[in-house]
Nanobody, 122 residues
């Protein structure tokens, strides 16, 4: 099982960015997928997760109405669309996967990819 996040970069406040998580070694539809972030000096927090059956999506309160998650099973890729970005969204973003229908907390996810840095600054 492998995951690789990409698409990070520098963006101005109010801007948008789409992160991609390319996966391999497992069937995407059968796994819960999560996006997490970690800012310097802070714990890793769950941003947005979708359960393996797509029957539940969990959002951090800070990103509701701004971030969305989607998956393209044909491309084995999960996306995180981030709109109306704020400086406090600056962090390293990670994607993770787990075969269980887990809650959106880092301790529940087994497989992790390397992160991609998102910097929101003018």
């Amino acid at each position: 099982v492998q995951l690789q996040a990409s698409g990070g970069g520098l963006v101005q406040p109010g801007g948008s960015l789409r992160l991609s998580c390319t996966t391999s070694g497992f069937t995407l539809d059968y796994y819960s997928i999560g996006w997490f972030r970690q800012a310097p000096g802070k714990e890793r927090e769950g941003v947005l997760c979708v359960s393996r059956n797509d029957d539940r999506t969990d959002y951090a309160d800070s990103v509701k109405g701004r971030f969305t998650i989607s998956r393209d099973s044909a491309k084995n890729t999960v996306y995180l669309q981030m709109n109306s970005l704020k400086p406090e969204d600056t962090a390293v973003y990670y994607c993770a996967a787990d075969p269980r229908p887990v809650n959106c907390a880092a301790r529940f996810f087994y497989y992790w990819g390397q992160g991609t840095l998102v910097t929101v600054s003018s």
